[in-house]
């Protein structure tokens, strides 16, 4: 019976919230497409982008638990590798609007506006789909190999650490909000119309992207756990809890850092990606200190080292600030604050802590 129940210990809430991601992802279409719009159960295009959008968030608290909960490398800069991979979906979309745009131009309307005559470099290939999944992946990835092999190779961590992604997440934010980098200023992206030719306003359309982001996500986790479970993963921890034992056996810290590093880098940038098209928008906000924070307290929220923690924190975190800021908007920072401190003080395990140490009492 003890072994039994162990399992169930460790495993069974993890099952739960993978089986209501699973559900969620097959009941949430019926209810908003086949359900009528006058009954109970349906549920409206609010909600499902709202699910949508924590979905896309979970993916990021997912990848933060990677980098901060297994390998003890804690990052205030992950936002924008999020908003890079939304950038980049961003440009595709814009060049779909085509002359459906204000101006009824070849250029993006942003641009007629600002009196440019031709596209700028950086916008090559950008009306290409397959080029811009490439980007996805290879923008925020080369961000990090970069940040992360001079960072890991001069050894900087801890708070110091946390410090430099910060302000490399802020100095990206001050580029993409100067007009003339051509990535439409404070303004951002937006009006979007098409996505592979198909219309986005298309329920059909929305939906398909709901279950796409879904299955992502799923697709993330069991990455993320074969990663943890492996030799590689195993060596991050090592690396986390003792990191001078594990180079005096060996070990070179920086390959393994730098690898988990551009993996969560990438898992951002896709989900940046996902959420651009469902949510209509993406500008130099997303790319601003406290989103990045956010990213972390979704983390500690959930609980980290768990890997579901982070997925629970984001949608409870992003649940709760939805209703707050429609109930009782001026206090959600606080309600927000007190969480974070509440969690540090008296549960530093987070949600998934709480959980299992109530089951073990119940057990006992």
């Known amino acids: ?18 089986g209501l991601l699973l559900v969620i992802c097959g009941l949430v279409p019926v209810l908003n ?16 982008a709202l ?16 980098i901060w909960g297994y390998t003890g490398i804690l990052s205030l800069g992950h936002g924008v590798f999020f908003a890079l991979g939304g950038y980049a979906m961003g440009m595709y979309l814009m060049r779909q609007i085509g002359r459906d745009g204000n101006y009824q131009s070849d250029l993006p309307d942003f641009m007629v506006f600002l009196d440019w ?8 290939f950008s009306d290409s789909f397959a080029a811009t999944l490439v980007f996805i992946v290879a923008v925020p990835g080369l961000l990090a190999f970069v940040f992360g092999f001079f960072a890991f190779r001069s050894r ?13 997440t802020f100095a990206t934010m001050l580029l993409f909000f100067r007009n003339e980098t051509g990535f439409g200023g404070n303004n951002g992206f937006t009006d979007f119309k098409r996505i592979l030719g198909i219309a986005i306003a298309r329920p059909s359309t929305r939906m398909t992207l709901f279950v796409i982001t879904g299955c992502t996500l799923l697709a993330f986790y069991l990455l993320a756990r074969w990663l943890v479970a492996s030799k590689f993963g195993r060596v991050l921890q090592a690396l986390r809890d003792a990191e001078s034992r594990v180079m005096f056996t060996g070990y070179d810290p920086l390959r393994y850092k730098l690898s988990i590093w551009v993996i969560s880098a990438v898992m951002c940038g896709i989900a940046g990606a996902l959420y651009v098209p469902q ?31 982070p997925i629970v924190g984001a949608f409870f975190v992003n649940g709760a600030k939805s209703w707050f800021t429609q109930a009782f908007p001026e206090f ?7 969480l974070f401190i509440a969690v540090t003080l008296f549960l530093p395990q987070g949600i998934i802590g709480l959980v299992s140490r109530r089951k073990k009492e119940e057990r006992a």
């Open 332 to 338: 959600w920072l606080y309600f927000l604050g007190a």
């Open 51 to 66: 699910i949508a959008k924590i979905m896309c968030y979970a993916i990021c608290a997912l990848a933060m638990d990677l």
């Open 117 to 124: 005559k031709k596209l700028p470099w950086h916008w090559a």
């Open 156 to 168: 900087i961590k801890g708070v110091y650490f946390s410090i430099i992604t910060q302000a490399m």
């Open 1 to 18: 019976m003890a072994p039994a129940a162990g399992w169930t210990q460790r495993h069974g809430l993890r099952l739960s919230v993978l």
């Open 279 to 309: 949510v209509g928008i993406i500008n130099p906000s997303e790319m601003s200190p406290a989103a990045s924070i956010e990213i972390a307290i979704w983390t500690a929220v959930g609980g980290r080292a768990s890997l579901v923690g």
């Open 33 to 48: 497409l086949v359900v009528p719009a006058g009954s109970a159960l349906h549920m409206s295009d609010y909600a499902v």
